[in-house]
């Protein structure tokens, strides 16, 4: 019981201090923004915990980046953020119908992705995600992800692992990450969850067709 209280308080910690201590403190909500062109793809990204709109770390042909609180990592947030990438991505299908979607998050946006694809798949299409140290990961290859020993404490949809993704393409990508990966040990945050990732956040490096796991520097089908 000793045990378990003290993974409790640690996984407070972890969730107070946020996710990723490599973001901005930003606002909570982005400003109303134009449709972007039909042509190409659409690329839209969210940010992990303490960013903001303008300050995510994602790079590339970019068309919008989602805002949403983000500075308490909980189920709340997780769910503010799903809403307004629902609101953006659905926006932008209506005025270009034919236009593909991709969207990536890290960490707690990773989260928001996630929760996206697995509420969404059976009702929009020609779409893909890249999750970059989702909390919300199952193994294998590895562990489960890091939401599932403290899910009581963050929250739904937030809480537990799952990869409900239907026919929509996800590429996963955890290295050494207790966020993403239980068994990486929670000594290894938040170092290794800030610098594991230097190639990940240039949105041209995933393909829109992507489907496939990248776990400790290694590819893996799903």
């Not at 932008?92 to 928001?112: E, F, W």
């Not at 939401?147 to 990508?173: Q, Y």
Request: aromatic share 10%.
């Amino acid at each position: 019981m000793r045990a378990r209280r003290i993974t409790s308080v640690l996984a407070g910690l972890l969730l107070t201090v946020g996710l990723s201590a490599a973001q901005g403190t930003g606002a909570s909500a982005a400003p109303a923004r134009a449709t972007a062109p039909c042509e190409g793809t659409y690329t839209i990204v969210v940010g992990g915990t303490g960013s903001s709109w303008n300050n995510d770390g994602f790079t590339g042909n970019i068309q919008q980046h989602v805002g949403y609180p983000t500075q308490i990592p909980n189920g709340a947030s997780a769910r503010a953020g799903v809403n307004e990438l629902n609101r953006l991505v659905r926006d932008q299908r209506r005025a270009c119908p034919g236009q593909h979607v991709k969207m990536g998050g890290y960490s707690l946006g990773a989260a928001v992705v996630h929760i996206w694809v697995t509420e969404n798949w059976q009702t929009f299409d020609n779409v893909n995600a890249i999750l970059i140290a989702d909390p919300k990961r199952q193994g294998g290859p590895g562990a489960n992800g890091g939401s599932v020993p403290f899910g009581g404490i963050v929250g739904a949809p937030l809480a537990g692992a799952d990869r409900f993704f239907g026919n929509i393409p996800v590429k996963s990508i955890c290295h050494w990450d207790y966020v993403c990966d239980e068994s990486a040990g929670i000594w290894t945050y938040p170092g290794n969850h800030v610098r594991n990732y230097p190639m990940d956040f240039n949105m041209d490096h995933h393909n829109d067709g992507a489907h496939e796991q990248w776990y400790n520097g290694a590819w893996y089908p799903w």
